[in-house]
């Protein structure tokens, strides 16, 4: 292969990315539509649930301290990212668990439910029943917004003030921290006073001072016990949760859209990497760089039709004589000048329609006159017998040359002059295969085929030949040798473009003349061809 070859072979043409894509878009819309179709009911089973949400303000600023004195305790300015932290702690969810568990107004499963969830949640650090947003200025002041969830729109409104109860809580306790702390420090010096007055001979004037310093800081510790309860935390409550009215989730019409949508990318997406990576032949353009003409494209028959009818009944039926007509005109221009040509028919593997479509070019070439005799060279697994036993089933034997007696190919091989033949039908002689055979190349060996193919050409207009795979068995390069042309038959979206370079390439080195390929098997909705795929319905499973 050269370069060139591999270039062809691995560009991209959008039309037949188009056509792969029409080719199977029932099968793509089908899987939007299943998956849209489960995500629908698995939604519509969902339980629901709702979501409240509550408000805390954050002044974060301190506009009075600490200090003694002073009518309001605040605690101190929060860190950024301090209030979503401590909503992943246990000293948040270990009070709010606790405060699940005593609301009665919740309905015992969701409790447990509420209580096991978030507890999960906390060892995973990744909070979903409740969560936190902020719109903050750069001072740290703003607005924390609280959502909880829960599946009845009062145990929602509930939860979500009982977690803003807990982070205000939390909060406060910062606060308090301080004065704790205050008050620690105001006992221990408290004590050290009381132990410096319990020396013995202490003089009367430190003793005073002692005791008064001792009353102020009594006096200290009252006032750090009384601000316990003007402490303040930097967040306030801004609104309360309330009971929502809608749930906002399952939402089956909107979650079997996107999945709908989905579908479709996903396989859309499947079916243009199956179409990029498919190397099979579906339109004569695919063969246009191997360098030969396509002489035909033939649509797929109904396999209803093939059974009951037969190969050649059915083609009749179907109107398939348009897309004949075409090969046979485009094989009699190939062959123009060539008095009794000997065309052999060949295909790169088996099962690719070969043999139904010598019956069916007979039928076409006899309808138009032309005397035709079909030779099943396919020792091994010859067909034509088969083929034409639906169309006539009772035939006539008659003496080809000389006495008679040689009713197959490979005893008319042997004896060419002494040849019987089976009218099929009126201008249309068949020689079959005979008994399948395993040594069917020792047949031609020994047979005079130059001379066999000389002798009997001179009664038809036409000899077809059907030969076995070129790529199966030898048998069709030594045939091929000793007719006028040869024609290729690739199978629609089967025969891969690797196999039918190397059947040329076998061809070429053994010296066949191959005058072009025909695409069988096509499908009609592709819209390939000479301009008759208009009359042909989509069918499935044929062989043509």
Known sequence: MTPADRTGENEIDLSVLWRGLRRRLPWILGTALLLALATFLWSRSQPPVYESTASLIAANNQGQDSTLGTALVKAPPLPEGAVAQALQSTQVIGPLTRSIQAAEEIPAAERERLIQGLSRELREQRLQTITLTSRLDPGGNGIYTLRARARTPEAAQRLANLASTALLTWDRNRALENLRRAQAGFEAQLAQVDQQLGVPGLPSVERQTLIARRANIQGNLIQTQLLEDSVAGVLSTLAPAVAPLDPVSPKPLRNAVL????????????????????????????????????????????????????????????????????????????????????????????????????????????????????????????????????????????????????????????????????????????????????????????????????????????????????????????????????????????????????????AERAGLKIIGFVVNKSDAREGSGYGYSYAYAPREGAKV
């Not at 990318?265 to 499947?270: D, P």
């Not at 089976?422 to 130059?450: I, K, W």
């Open 259 to 506: 999945a709908g949508l989905l579908g479709l990318l996903l396989a859309t997406g499947v079916v243009t990497l199956l179409t990029v990576l498919d190397r099979t032949v579906r339109t004569e353009d695919d063969l246009l760089s191997l360098g030969l003409p396509t002489l035909a494209v033939i649509p797929r028959l109904r396999q209803r039709d093939v059974v009951f009818s037969g190969i050649v009944r059915a083609a009749r039926q179907a109107g398939l004589y348009e897309a004949i007509g075409f090969l046979r005109v485009n094989l009699l221009t190939a062959l123009s000048g060539q008095a009794h040509p000997v065309v052999m028919i060949t295909s790169t593997a088996p099962g690719e329609g070969k043999s139904s479509l010598t019956a069916t070019l007979a039928d076409g070439l006899a309808s138009s006159g032309q005397r035709v005799l079909i030779i099943d060279a396919d020792l091994r697994r010859g067909t034509q017998a088969a083929v034409w036993q639906k169309f006539n089933e009772q035939g006539r034997w008659r003496s080809l040359n000389g006495g008679g007696g040689a009713r197959t190919t490979r005893e008319a091989l042997l004896a060419p002059h002494n040849a019987e033949v089976l009218e099929v039908e009126r201008n249309v002689d068949m020689l079959p295969a005979g008994p399948g055979l395993q040594d069917s190349l020792a047949v031609f060996n020994r047979a005079d085929l130059q001379a066999a193919l000389g002798l009997w050409r001179r009664e038809y207009d036409l000899v077809l030949i059907d030969s076995a795979p070129l790529l199966a068995l030898a048998d069709g390069l030594v045939v091929g040798a000793h007719v006028d042309a040869v024609v290729m038959v690739t199978e629609y979206g089967r025969t891969n473009m690797q196999a039918v370079r190397s059947a040329l390439r076998r």
